[in-house]
């Protein structure tokens, strides 16, 4: 025990804290409307963020699929139509 001891002695662990500091909103009726509007927008770009992240991560495999089978596709198609 004595040497697990000194071997845990010379260790040192790390860890990174993350604070995030926020001005409370107020009770007024004017700044609740405000800071609901400010939260709404901050929404928003969330959303459209993600939406363009999506389509940025999924949008190349999309197009490289698409067109590997459009023109076998429309190929088949036109054999068949009549």
């Not at 662990?13 to 007024?28: G, L, M, N, P, Q």
Request: hydrophobic residues 50%; charged residues 20%; aromatic residues 10%.
């Amino acid at each position: 025990m004595e040497a697990e001891r000194k071997h845990l002695t010379g260790r040192v662990d790390y860890a990174t804290i993350s604070v995030r500091i926020t001005e409370s909103a107020t009770a007024s009726a004017s700044n609740s409307l405000a800071n609901a509007a400010r939260e709404g927008f901050r929404n928003l770009l969330g959303g459209l963020n993600g939406i363009a992240e999506a389509a940025l991560t999924a949008g190349p495999s999309i197009l490289f699929w698409g067109a590997l089978l459009f023109f076998p596709a429309r190929w088949v198609w036109r054999r068949l139509k009549p």
